[in-house]
């Protein structure tokens, strides 16, 4: 698996190329690490900008896992290795997801010791700890939601397309969720579901969202092993991988 | 590996893409050792059968057993066979060097070695100054070049070239050619071509195949079932033959399909009156057998 993930490294830095790199540390460095939070005001919401940011960064680059192979016509080559299905799919998709974590917790890191000179509100570890797991449910969701697409597409392009309509739909659907659904729920439901959160990470709802946490990335994850798995067989119908 | 074992062999093998089928019940043994050939017409199933070889593609029919074991079954290791598919493979932003070691990496070689190794094969080749080059700077040829480095870089029973010189020039065709010739010298490689004067350069055995079926294999110089040919020559271009005057050809040569010893030939020729100034047995060349095999309309 380590194999495929320095494959997988080097083709993202040299890919990249200063002109991306400038560009991806403008954005996620300086717009998401620090306009963006510091122009919230409020310590909880800054802090809850850097558990999404694992997903913008390792969705787009899961995108590029398969779709990206196909576009540059290295897939077959790299299926004829004697790499096996189940490290390709590890290295494909560990990669997004370190990387994604490696730049959310770097911004979060910066950020924290640019409101320590800036004398802001300090993040407590009760911010700090959601905050982190929320990153590493958004960068294994980024992940393995990007390499399903990356499965699907043709080419990055539109891999990238389907993707951005799954995370516009994920972050719309929260605030939407809450502005139009919750305000309609009988508040004798709103109370019970408040009731469940409380007693704070021990609590029956925490635990219920780890669950359901980590059984959506179980059956993610399951699929996608047969889905990559099936790399090995070309489409009967098409002739295409 | 011994040279007497077959490394693969295909036993009525089928495949079929949806109502396509690109593998007819193909019957195959490619030997241990040496330069095979597997030529054909666009989409006679040249790539399909290399396909199936590695375990990309599962065969609706037949047996297939590549160093004695099925390349469909869950635990094959492709580690025994490299190949270069008629896309290239290299990442096109890695330099030639990293595109190497990174192929290394996969098949589980250390970089250390893997970096003695990728400055080996790339001396071997003599591409070394192109190292540092990033794939999508290199030119075709060097690119196809680079593409054999990666390809003949680690040690392999069984080497697989899909169409190495297609989209060359005939000097850098040339060039790969004779790589190709030095680093086949001790082990297995399967050449799938449709250029026939190369298949008749490197390959030491050869197989036609036409609509997903073998129509004829063994040596390029010794297919079965092609009996050799006479060329005559005389002094006035024409011959008297058996009651006929045959014309020759714009050569002006005149090939007899006759199945006569030689010998008695040539005395009847001479008994005729015909002032014979060359005679010999002549050999169809593989072009001609492939046209004959191969050009029926489709």
Redesign the interface.
């Known amino acids: 698996m380590?194999?495929?993930l320095?494959?997988e490294w080097?083709?993202f830095l040299?890919?990249m190329g200063r002109p991306g790199l400038i560009r991806f540390v403008a954005i996620y460095f300086v717009v998401f690490g620090f306009v963006l939070p510091g122009s919230l005001g409020d310590v909880t919401a800054a802090y809850v900008v850097f558990a999404f940011v694992p997903l913008y960064v390792a969705g787009p680059l899961a995108v590029d896992a398969f779709a990206g192979e196909r576009e540059?016509?290295?897939l077959?080559?790299?299926?004829?290795?004697?790499?096996t299905p189940r490290k390709l799919l590890g290295g494909k998709a560990l990669f997004p997801l370190l990387f994604g974590l490696f730049t959310s917790w770097s911004v979060m890191g910066l950020f924290t010791v640019w409101s320590a000179i800036k004398g802001w509100e300090m993040p407590g570890i009760g911010l700090l700890i959601p905050v982190m797991a929320g990153g590493l449910f958004t960068a294994v969701l980024g992940s393995l939601t990007g390499l399903h697409v990356s499965l699907r597409a043709k080419s990055v392009r539109s891999g990238q397309q389907w993707f951005s309509i799954a995370l516009l739909a994920m972050v719309l659907g929260i605030p939407m969720f809450a502005r139009f659904i919750l305000p309609r729920l009988p508040s004798g439901v709103l109370v019970s579901v408040g009731d469940l959160f409380r007693g704070g990470w021990g609590s029956a709802g925490v635990l219920f969202l780890e669950a359901g946490a980590l059984l959506s990335c179980t059956v993610l994850w399951l699929t996608l092993r047969g889905r990559v798995g099936g790399l090995?067989?070309?489409n009967?119908?098409?002739?295409e991988r | 590996m011994s040279s007497d074992r077959a490394a693969a062999a295909f036993c009525g093998i089928t495949v079929s893409y949806g109502g396509v089928t690109a593998l007819n019940g193909m019957d195959l043994e490619i030997p241990g050792l040496g330069v095979f050939g597997l030529l054909g017409r666009n989409g006679a199933g040249k790539t399909t059968a290399i396909r199936a070889l590695v375990g990309l593609v599962k065969p609706s029919a037949g047996s297939l057993e590549v160093f004695g074991r099925d390349p469909g079954d869950a635990g094959w290791s492709r580690d025994r066979i490299s190949v270069l598919f008629a896309e290239d493979g290299l990442v096109p932003s890695l330099t030639v060097e990293e595109n190497l070691s990174v192929w290394a990496g996969l098949c589980g070689t250390g970089r250390r070695e893997a970096s003695i190794l990728a400055g080996a094969v790339l001396a071997d080749i003599g591409i070394s100054q192109y190292a540092a080059v990033r794939v999508k700077e290199l030119s075709t040829g060097n690119r196809r070049l680079a593409a054999l480095a990666r390809t003949f870089m680690l040690p392999a029973d069984m080497v697989i070239l899909d169409e190495p010189t297609s989209s060359l020039d005939p000097v850098r065709a040339d060039e790969v050619r004779r790589a190709i010739g030095r680093l086949a010298e001790s082990r297995l490689v399967l050449l799938s071509t449709h250029n026939l004067p190369e298949a008749e350069e490197l390959c030491d055995t050869v197989a036609i195949i036409d609509r997903g079926r073998v129509v004829i294999s063994g040596p390029p110089g010794e297919l079965e079932g092609m009996p050799d040919r006479l060329l005559v020559r005389t002094e006035s271009g024409s011959i008297v033959f058996r009651g006929e005057t045959l014309e020759p050809s714009e050569d002006g040569c005149v090939i007899l399909d006759c199945a006569d010893a030689p010998a008695d030939v040539l005395a009847e020729l001479v008994a005729l009156g015909n002032r014979v100034t060359e005679f010999r047995t002549y050999r169809k060349s593989l072009s001609g057998i492939f046209l004959e095999l191969t050009g029926g309309d489709r």
């Open positions: 380590g194999a495929v320095r494959r080097l083709c040299s890919g540059r016509e290295t077959e080559t790299l299926l004829s290795s004697p790499v090995w067989r070309l009967a119908a098409k002739g």
